[in-house]
């Protein structure tokens, strides 16, 4: 009886610290049981800039993207140099000036006593990308004086590491090209060439991708993203890709339903192609998805949970 009494004596108070007075509520932990819609105002979406679009099926085809570099195909890049050591008298080209092959580039001394100026031509049509030439410039044959690249097809030089991907890509398959400079646009093209070789000590490999440029507004050396297709396209349902938000693992976005509120939603993604991805599980099509201000959606759902709960308690 003792022990009896002695227990009650423990339990009853500590009981009544985990019973609210009137509502047993759920642990707070810091983290919003709200999960139902977000309403804003007229204000609060100008104020968010927000913008939605609505997904759609689109022929998509399972792609990987690579870090890549523009380059002048070495079949279209020339070197100018001399079989000898020099000087150079005259420079007969500007950077970036369009030649044609035979052009003459550069005017040169001979060092060798009592040999004769020379003039040495362009072996290749194209611009003047890198002019080292200078009057009076010593030069011995081993220096490139002027270089000129045609640059009409330029080559998407990526570089991709040993993963699965690379057992999937082929030769002739379609690529694009995205850069920084050109926000927004895709110039597509096809995987020429492939390195073979590979150095012990470099884990990655290079592919090239031909990028036709008939306007010229590529150059050498713009860096940007390729992607290059792995498969055959098929329908799929696909949003933007700034729409979903999360971590690997747990991934959302937000719908706008037809009361105009906006629901979280957690998607299952597949293919990714350029600016749009694949949506396996979690958004229908024609179903709004937002795709500017759905950031800072988030933290204002949190806010409107964090302020009441189901019963109209602040916390």
Known sequence: ???????????????????????????????????????LSDAQRKNLGL????????DLAPSVEIPAILVVPPEKHGSVSA???????EVLVKLGQQIQAGDPVVRVAPLAVGSPAQTLASP?????????AMPGLAFTPETSLVEVGDDTQLLAQGLIFQ??????IQIGA?????????????FPGVLQRLDTGHAAEDPGFHLYAAIPNPAHCLRPNYRGNLRISLGETQPVVAIPRRAVLGSLGKLFVFVENDDGQFEKREVVTGIRAGNLVEIVEGVLPDEKVVTVGNYQLQYLGAESSSGADEHGHSH
């Open 83 to 89: 079989p000898f050591a020099g000087r150079v008298l």
């Open 51 to 58: 913008e939605t679009t609505a997904a759609a099926i689109v």
């Open 163 to 168: 993963s699965p991907e690379l057992n999937k």
């Open 174 to 186: 379609a690529a694009a090209l995205t850069l920084d400079v050109f926000p927004g646009e895709e």
């Open 124 to 132: 290749v049509s194209g611009h003047v990308i890198l002019q080292n």
């Open 1 to 39: 009886m003792k022990r009896l009494s002695f227990l009650l004596a423990v339990l009853i108070p500590w009981s009544s610290l985990l019973a609210g007075p009137g509502h047993d509520h759920g642990p707070q932990m810091g983290t919003s049981a709200h999960t139902g819609p977000v309403a």
